[in-house]
């Protein structure tokens, strides 16, 4: 297996291709934009995104499930992307995923993804180069402390056709 580290193509520095990714999206998801979706930190090994409170609200005054569930999917989509472009342009697509509320959310709604094992990170990268295609299981957790959502979702990144 080749280490991330090695790897043939130069991918963007972490907080430059964060950045880009996140213009991107906010231009081709409407929905996140009216979220207020922002991009808090990607480090290469862990992202947070954020959506402020009154933007993402519900009749009882606390975190909209649509919006909690939205910024879980989105972030665990994001962070694929975001290593899948070590290799190459790419489309991502969420598999499967299941969730759990786990209390309210009463302030600014925080997500967390981090992979911290490298074996899966060498894996994901050497199958999308040499197979075009690679899965990533992912965690999410929404919340500052304790979580209040843990997301779990299986995406596939698959490299487009160079034309």
């Given at each position: 297996?080749?280490?991330?580290?090695?790897?043939?193509?130069?991918?963007?520095?972490?907080?430059?291709?964060?950045?880009?990714?996140?213009q991107k999206?906010?231009?081709?998801?409407?929905?996140?934009?009216?979220?207020?979706?922002?991009f808090?930190?990607?480090?290469g090994?862990?992202?947070?995104?954020?959506?402020?409170?009154?933007?993402?609200?519900n009749?009882?005054?606390?975190?909209?499930?649509?919006?909690?569930?939205?910024l879980?999917?989105?972030?665990?989509?994001?962070?694929?992307?975001?290593?899948?472009?070590?290799?190459?342009?790419?489309e991502?697509?969420?598999?499967?995923?299941?969730?759990?509320y786990?209390?309210?959310?009463?302030g600014?709604?925080?997500?967390?993804?981090?992979?911290?094992?490298?074996?899966?990170?060498?894996?994901?990268?050497?199958?999308?180069?040499?197979?075009?295609?690679?899965?990533?299981?992912?965690?999410?957790t929404?919340?500052?402390?304790?979580?209040?959502?843990?997301?779990?979702?299986r995406?596939?990144?698959?490299?487009?056709?160079?034309?």
């Amino acid at each position: 297996m080749k280490p991330i580290t090695n790897m043939q193509r130069a991918a963007p520095q972490p907080d430059q291709q964060a950045l880009e990714l996140e213009q991107k999206i906010l231009r081709k998801i409407p929905m996140l934009k009216a979220m207020n979706l922002t991009f808090d930190q990607y480090d290469g090994e862990t992202l947070q995104l954020s959506a402020p409170l009154d933007a993402n609200i519900n009749d009882k005054g606390t975190a909209f499930g649509g919006s909690l569930a939205t910024l879980a999917t989105i972030t665990g989509w994001c962070y694929t992307t975001l290593l899948a472009e070590h290799v190459g342009d790419n489309e991502v697509v969420v598999a499967d995923s299941q969730l759990r509320y786990l209390k309210p959310l009463k302030g600014r709604l925080v997500s967390h993804c981090s992979l911290s094992d490298l074996t899966v990170k060498e894996k994901f990268i050497t199958d999308l180069n040499n197979k075009n295609r690679a899965s990533l299981q992912l965690e999410v957790t929404i919340g500052r402390g304790s979580p209040v959502l843990q997301f779990s979702g299986r995406y596939v990144a698959s490299l487009k056709e160079q034309v």
